[in-house]
């Protein structure tokens, strides 16, 4: 297994393995860090379900580094009369006492056997002379790393990915729209993701998702600039009298507008195949090839007052004038014309 995947950040000095949150294994000391909860969760999860499959017996005990006292690790460590498996999980060693941060580094040097200890650290400089004597242990223990993913072609990546380990099938279609909708947040990503993986249905089509998240305001944003993109002027300000009308709010639209027309002006004078240009710009294949699909036509002067007018309107929609409704017509009306070309 390699020492790192895509989505960590390796330290060249770390002598332990780093792995990303679903290849947790047991290891007498496993480090979980970065600021991403929803992974650390999934990876201390994992590794609870793991050991306890291995031997339901497990003992499991919970310590927050911040309210350490002095000597509790040692005796949660220590061996019990029936000699169970041990898994000893510490919160927040980012707010760790001296005391937890002496003990532990210490019993680096000799971990109980029969026991796991994780180390959960969200970041920041606290514990850091911790994390590199955990980082030195060679053979005692690995890293789990826990990034935020913020790169659309990472989100739709997990997103995939959610489908694939569920063995269940969804549409492109389908799954670029759940991104969409939820690309702000990536816990609520997950939960939309587990969301369709429970459904019933073969395989999650366009329909299944509209029919869970067919309100979300991101989708039905999007939707409308698609329509706009395409140069239905008419229908696109229907699309956004419907929207508006169930509750969506000028500015996220605004929002959808400016990825899409961003998008566009990456692909506009770039040269290569869609997986050539995916990773320079930091897109998704099919988001490239989407974004030239709807910069087919567009002149670069027809971009360049596109991207004013995005200004603008972001500027109308968060107080700069007093009809933010008028303001994203406005604005659908340069998109449908090419920039008014």
Avoid at 146 to 172: G, L, Q, S, V, W
């Amino acid at each position: 297994m390699a020492a790192t995947r895509r989505g960590t950040t390796a330290k060249s000095s770390a002598k332990i393995p780093q792995l990303p949150w679903h290849d947790v294994r047991p290891a007498p000391v496993v480090l979980v860090s970065g600021p991403q909860d929803l992974f650390a969760d999934r990876a201390i999860k994992g590794l609870r379900d793991f050991l306890r499959a291995e031997d339901p017996s497990l003992e499991i005990n919970d310590i927050e580094a911040a309210a350490y006292q002095p000597g509790e690790l040692m005796t949660l460590a220590s061996p019990s009369l029936f000699a169970e498996p041990r898994l000893i999980r510490v919160s927040g060693v980012e707010k760790c006492t001296d005391a937890f941060l002496s003990e532990a580094i210490e019993y680096l040097a000799a971990p109980a056997e029969s026991a796991y200890l994780v180390l959960r650290h969200a970041g920041g400089m606290r514990g850091k002379k911790l994390l590199d004597a955990v980082r030195a242990a060679s053979g005692a223990a690995i890293e789990i790393v826990c990034n935020d993913i913020k790169k659309d072609a990472e989100k739709f990546d997990f997103a995939k990915a959610e489908f694939a380990r569920a063995n269940k099938r969804i549409t492109p279609g389908a799954l670029r729209q759940v991104v969409s909708a939820f690309s702000d947040d990536v816990a609520e990503l997950a939960a939309a993701c587990q969301q369709l993986i429970a459904d019933s249905a073969d395989q999650i089509t366009e329909g299944v998702v509209d029919r869970y998240y067919g309100g979300r305001v991101e989708t039905t944003a999007f939707a409308v600039a698609d329509i706009a993109l395409a140069g239905r002027t008419a229908e696109a300000l229907v699309g956004l009298r419907h929207a508006l009308d169930s509750g969506a709010d000028p500015v996220p639209v605004v929002a959808a507008f400016a990825m899409k027309v961003r998008a566009m002006a990456k692909v506009a004078n770039a040269h290569g195949s869609s997986a050539q240009l995916a990773s320079s710009l930091g897109m998704a294949p099919w988001q490239v090839d989407r974004a030239r699909r709807d910069a087919r036509g567009w002149t670069d002067e027809g971009l360049g007052r596109a991207i004013l007018a995005l200004a603008e309107a972001d500027a109308a929609v968060k107080g700069a004038e007093r009809d933010p409704v008028f303001a994203v017509e406005r604005l659908i009306g340069v998109i449908a014309s090419r920039g008014g070309v």
